[in-house]
């Protein structure tokens, strides 16, 4: 019996509490599997212990959108964009910037 890929990051997890690199990877597997309640609990973690580029908080505010929870993308989506462009990814920003800009434009 194989033990799925998340529990297999839960293990690490336990083992290694401030690996932010393995919070990733769980957060990457809930968001394959679904779960994205799980991802987006794993991602703040992450994003909390990890100096991120700005990725995380797409896919944090993807797990958002999926919740139903605009308010929590947008926000995600915001400080994805100060993060990118602080870490020299104005195409990464820009892409963040339009999806604000068509579909949060109320």
Do not use: C
Not at 23 to 52: I, P
């Amino acid at each position: 019996f194989m033990s799925s890929r998340i529990d297999v990051f839960k293990q690490m997890l336990a083992a290694d509490p401030d690996n932010a690199m393995v919070l990733f990877g769980l957060a990457n597997e809930y968001l394959k599997a679904g779960d994205f309640a799980g991802a987006a609990a794993a991602l703040e973690e992450y994003l909390a212990k990890a100096e991120d580029e700005g990725a995380a908080y797409g896919m944090l505010a993807r797990a958002y959108e999926k919740l139903g929870r605009r308010d929590r993308a947008r926000e995600a989506y915001e400080k994805g964009i100060e993060t990118a462009m602080r870490h020299n990814h104005p195409s990464m920003a820009s892409d963040y910037r339009t999806t604000l800009d068509l579909d949060y434009a109320d």
